[in-house]
């Protein structure tokens, strides 16, 4: 693109987000730490998903010595239904980190900002241009897009060069009088109009410079290589109850899910079946000798690189003390305090289920004493 060709394409561009930009409450705020939020928060998550987390997040941690100084358990919890935890582990420990070395600031350094715990190239630069007005171009999903069809690249947008690829024609073309906004103005033009599918050509601000419009190949790019289907897990799970209680436990602090509370179960080997599968691995998570009472429910949930398969069991005691073996802590709670622990996607899924489960035999146990 010629220099006269991208200004007049930045003027394009800013003129339409100044005039149709979203209100969004991280964009009403000039406070680094909240746009840090967002940012980590806005990772593989819709807008219209993430704007009620970041609300109720900053509202219980609205600097980074709350962050800081806050129970990990709450910081989850807060976190609960956002997925991939991990970005919130690491926020906390990047929070801590920005109390003991800068004294709550959020470093303008970019190389310091970057060696904190989550921060990649894309919040690097996302956090520096609108928060600093570093003149670094942010590039995602919605970036690589338009890029693609802009300047009709036919690099796959999810390939293992893709981010080398398509950083410098987006350093190129960055309006460095503006870093923040054309940064936001440019994944507001992938995710409102240069869509997937379907792109809106008739009132994209960037039709008059798009080689794949006046090509007309937006529908074949982005180019995408085609993913392998992932493999399903297999997983029993138990509902183990002893009296009124249910047990629960908590995961380790890293890994999948990590600092998650639920309920104990693992995969179920070839050959196994999944009631038996529930038996051996409580026994060997928590030292206890169960016997399912009932196959409660069945549920699928996807992560990002296996699906699982969960097969649920209603399970009483037969003996045992509880002894952890994987899990790094346990309780036994009433049914209905589990709402107060943060749960992974997959078990709240069945959650409802069991707490109608629980409701069912209360009445029952109740109508028998009435007798």
């Known amino acids: 693109m010629t220099p006269v060709a991208k200004k007049r394409f930045h003027a394009s561009l800013l003129g339409w987000f100044d005039a149709h930009r979203r209100s969004m409450p991280w964009r009403d705020t000039a406070d680094p730490f909240a746009i840090w939020v967002s940012e980590v928060m806005l990772q593989q998550t819709r807008v219209e998903a993430v704007i009620p987390y970041f609300l109720r997040f900053m509202a219980a941690f609205p600097t980074?010595?709350?962050?800081?100084?806050?129970?990990?358990f709450d910081v989850l919890k807060q976190w609960e239904g956002l997925g991939?935890?991990?970005?919130?582990?690491?926020?906390?420990k990047a929070a801590r980190r920005v109390m003991d070395e800068w004294g709550g600031e959020v470093p303008v350094d970019r190389a310091i900002f970057r060696s904190l715990p989550g921060v990649g190239p894309y919040i690097e630069a996302a956090v520096g241009s609108i928060a600093f007005g570093v003149p670094v171009a942010a590039v995602d999903g919605n970036v690589k897009r338009v890029i693609a069809r802009?300047?009709?690249?036919?690099?796959?947008?999810?390939?293992p060069r893709a981010h080398a690829a398509?950083?410098?024609?987006?350093?190129?073309?960055?309006c460095r009088a503006r870093p923040g906004d054309w940064n936001q103005a440019m994944m507001e033009l992938g995710a409102r109009i240069c869509t997937p599918r379907h792109p809106d050509c008739g009132r994209c601000p960037a039709a008059a410079f798009c080689i794949a419009r006046k090509e007309s190949c937006t529908d074949r790019l982005p180019v995408r290589l085609r993913k392998k289907r992932p493999p399903v897990r297999r997983v029993a799970v138990g509902a183990v109850i002893r009296g009124n209680r249910l047990l629960i436990c908590r995961r380790p602090e890293t890994g999948l899910l990590g600092g998650l509370w639920e309920l104990p179960g693992g995969t179920i080997e070839k050959g196994e079946l999944?009631?038996?599968a529930c038996v051996r691995e409580i026994r060997e998570e928590v030292n206890l000798r169960v016997e399912p009472v009932c196959h409660l429910a069945s549920v699928r949930h996807a992560y990002t690189h296996f699906t699982a398969a969960i097969d649920v069991f209603v399970c009483r005691v037969v003996s045992g003390r509880v002894r952890l073996r994987g899990p790094t802590d346990f309780a036994w709670i009433q049914p209905s305090r589990w709402v107060q622990y943060p749960f992974p996607g997959a078990n709240r899924l069945f959650m409802p289920t069991l707490m109608a489960y629980f409701e069912t035999q209360n009445t029952k146990q109740n109508d028998y004493q009435r007798r």
């Open 84 to 92: 991939y935890y991990a970005r919130a582990r690491n926020l906390q």
């Open 274 to 276: 999944a009631s038996g």
């Open 150 to 159: 802009l300047l009709k690249m036919e690099v796959p947008v999810n390939g």
């Open 166 to 174: 398509f950083a410098a024609p987006a350093d190129d073309l960055l």
């Open 64 to 72: 980074p010595a709350a962050l800081a100084r806050a129970d990990s």
